[in-house]
């Protein structure tokens, strides 16, 4: 460093003596480029018969050799060897052998992840460049990272290829370059499942007349997938949460729904469809018991009811709500007018709003 620092005490000694005198040269600009470790110049000579570069690493001195340059008005891209370090580098501008101009440029540290690819379950290929970073005095602080895999090493280098084998699951990773401890970019990349992947996650909404079909579908590779019940088929494609409400027409009875991926039958879902919406009332002097059948479950369930005095020409209606029934079959009781004589009753089973079936009955009360 002693003699670096000489070096220039001397340098500039002499560029003062010479500013006086032809024949002239300037940089007009310099611009250092990260993503190739490159310095583009731009300058201008005059009554030059030679024009040369010098580039000095203010922390190590010259970075190789003089860079020879046409005379006159020109531009050269001048390429830094990527184990240069980080910092402020001089410039300076020789015509006929003397230096005669200089200008700084700032070079910093560089790391990219171009790609992943090649990616499987087992391992994945990093494609990276990084550049200027103090990696052989500090080894360990410049390294890829897989988020929740771990870290690898890595070393200045331009055109980086990393194969990292690992029992990776299938999902969405990060990777990231970190140069001297700083994290420089990071890349996303998926693992895909291997094998092709279909599953019913449930059959809701079961009725005669439609039902509906929740799945899970991936990685097919031909148009030959599709769900089945029975006789019937319906295509479909990949889809993390599908759902597909039916229309078909079932009688009551055990079925089975099935998922085809690549024509390969991978899950079974049995299900079973009830009767229709159905009412029966039995008489208790003051109270009334219903039972009752649905025809799907998970739906909100009210009871219109009627109470009347054949002989006596009284009545009353009301509406009794019993709230969502996750069940085929239920009984309810509900309080009603105790008329003498004959009495009769009427219950309409309204289901989401929409009156689905009724009941009628008579008692005779002393």
Known sequence: MKKFLLFLSCFLITWCSVQAATPSGKITSATYNASSSTIDVSYTSSGANSVSMDVICMKTGPVGSKVTLSTGPG?????????????????????????CYDKKVTVSKYGDITNVTNISTSSVTVKYS?????TDNYPNNSYLKIVGVGTRKIT????????????????????????DGDRKDKFQFTVPDPNPYGHINNVYNISTKSVTVNYTMRNAKTSNSYLK?????HDITNVENGSYPWSLNLTPGQYTCEIYVDGERKHTYPFTVHSSDMVKLTPMGNRLKIDFTLSSTGVNVKFRVHTYSLSGGKGESKEVVYGICDKYEGTYEVSVPYYT???GYAVELIKNGTSVNGASATAYNR
């Open 341 to 343: 004589g004959y009495v």
């Open 130 to 134: 990084m550049f200027h970073a103090e």
């Open 229 to 233: 019940i029975g006789n019937y088929t």
């Open 156 to 179: 200045n280098v331009k055109n980086g290829s990393l194969k990292w084998t690992y029992n990776f699951k299938p999902g969405q990773y990060t990777c990231e370059i970190y140069v």
């Open 75 to 99: 531009s050269k891209t001048i390429n830094l060897p990527i184990t240069s370090r980080d910092g402020e580098y001089d410039l300076v501008l020789y015509v006929n052998g003397t230096p």
